[in-house]
């Protein structure tokens, strides 16, 4: 087991499924872990739970909805009010949505949580990962990637909408960011990846149209989110990746993402669209 005693961590979704299994993980790892859940009991069981069986006390929880902006600008802050250090920031929370949402800002809500959310929370606490170097970025993407594009005349959804398509398209998004960010980041000693974590069994697209009989079929055969998360773990803490940067893994193999993920093109006009609708730049 790799220690991560002296290492902090914030990891998104941290409350639920593979990001609290991840958090779990890192606790064990001996790491000061934060994980960010949006509802308050939601959060505090898992907590409660990722301390009993880590027996690591320095774990703790932080309230943020990843669809708001205003909720992810002051998450930024309060982490950076309690903590100097980031080694490491799993972007982890998402969500599939088989209606067309809208978040308090208007934005199309699977765009918004899965890769927007991401983008802001990245580009806010990038000069604490960058003064912490070396630390790591790794972003919770899919397959569901492989087949999908940047609509770029319809972004949001709002002439046609399917969950879809919206759920790998901002799965793609998460990929174009990572490579595009890797670009930025070169010679800082901060890395970033992206990574698929298998078919998991968690709550995942419960209760919506995604969640079918035959899903419910398959469901025993899905992996658990105990060996999910140590396939995050392995792109997060693993010596073997020291400097490895802009890549993708599944299981823990770095492979090919989908060709439109490796268009630079498409890449720099998601990132200039990115900060304009999130008002930052990086
Ligand atoms: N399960 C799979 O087979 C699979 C496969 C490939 C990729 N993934 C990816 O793995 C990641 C984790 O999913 P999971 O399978 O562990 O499912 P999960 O158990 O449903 O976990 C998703 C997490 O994201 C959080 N979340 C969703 N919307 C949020 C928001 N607006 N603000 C803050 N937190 C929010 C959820 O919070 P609540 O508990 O409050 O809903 C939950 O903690 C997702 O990014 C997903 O796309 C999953």
């Given at each position: 087991m790799v220690d991560m005693t002296g290492k902090t961590c914030i990891i998104t979704g941290?409350?639920?499924?593979i990001g609290k299994a991840t958090a779990l993980g890192l606790a064990k790892m001996g790491a000061t872990v934060v994980i960010v859940s949006r509802g308050k009991e939601k959060g505090e069981a898992a907590l409660a739970d990722i301390i009993a069986k880590s027996?690591?006390?320095s774990t703790e929880l932080m309230l943020a909805d990843m669809s708001s902006q205003d909720s992810i600008r002051t998450l930024a802050s309060d982490f950076k009010a309690r903590h100097e250090r980031l080694h490491l920031l799993v972007n982890n929370a998402g969500v599939y949505l088989t209606r067309r949402n809208t978040t308090v800002d208007g934005l199309e809500s699977t765009f918004a949580t899965n890769h927007l959310g991401p983008f802001l929370l990245t580009s806010l606490l990038l000069d604490l990962l960058e003064a912490s170097a070396p630390s790591r970025i790794v972003n919770v993407s899919s397959?569901?990637?492989?087949?999908?594009?940047?609509?770029?005349?319809d972004l949001q959804g709002q002439k046609k909408f399917s969950g879809w398509h919206a759920y790998g398209q901002s799965k793609l998004a998460m990929i174009l960011f990572t490579h595009q960010l890797a670009k930025r980041l070169d010679g800082t000693g901060v890395t970033v990846n992206s990574a698929h974590p298998g078919v998991v069994r968690t709550n995942?697209?419960?209760?919506?149209?995604?969640?079918?009989f035959g899903f419910r079929l398959m469901r025993p055969f899905f992996i658990s989110p105990k060996t999910a998360a140590k396939r995050i773990l392995y792109v997060a803490t693993?010596?073997?990746?020291?400097?490895?940067?802009g890549k993708y893994f599944t299981k823990t193999h770095e492979v090919k993402s989908s060709q439109?993920?490796?268009?630079d093109e498409s890449a720099k006009r998601l990132w200039q669209i990115s900060e304009q609708l999130t008002k930052v730049s990086i």
């Open positions: 941290g409350n639920s499924g027996g690591n006390r397959d569901a990637h492989n087949g999908a594009k940047i609509d770029f005349e995942f697209a419960n209760n919506n149209g995604l969640v079918t693993s010596p073997d990746l020291e400097g490895v940067t439109e993920s490796y268009d």
